[in-house]
């Protein structure tokens, strides 16, 4: 990760909110409102000990989802373990995005739209497990 991408994940460990609300920005231009991508959940990333007890090279372990929200409507729950996703975008060629740290999913928010499917691998208890998740929406 850059150097960047490392303040950026010392910040989001500070705060105690969904990473949605950690990202947060306004259009520089007018200052009107942003549509963004939403997932509804709040990650952290895999500790050392982790990735050797999953064999795994990076994920992001869920804390918490946001009730209602589109993490908690795909049934991702707290205490899974999500390893990466692939976009489903109709007109693409699908590619797989490893989650190894807050930075990925930051980079894969920024390139999202809203409504907006992925296939999501996740880690539940000892099984894995993929499923579908659409994107929500917010707007600041």
Known sequence: ?????????????????????????????????????????????LTDEEK???SL??????ERVVDGGPATRADI????I????????????????????LAAVRRYLESAEPGESASVDIIRGSRKKEITLRLGSRTD
Do not use: Q
Request: hydrophobic content about 35%.
């Open 82 to 101: 999500i390893v990466s996703l692939v976009p489903i975008k109709i007109d693409e060629e699908p590619r797989r995005v490893a989650l190894r740290d």
């Open 1 to 45: 990760p850059t150097e960047d991408d490392r303040r950026f994940n010392d910040d989001l460990r500070k705060e105690d909110a969904p990473l949605e609300k950690r990202m947060d920005r306004l259009d520089e231009e007018d200052g009107a409102a942003v549509r963004k991508p939403y997932l509804g959940l709040m990650v952290r990333e």
């Open 52 to 54: 050797a007890v999953f």
């Open 57 to 62: 090279s990076g994920g992001l372990y869920v």
């Open 77 to 80: 729950r707290a205490g899974d």
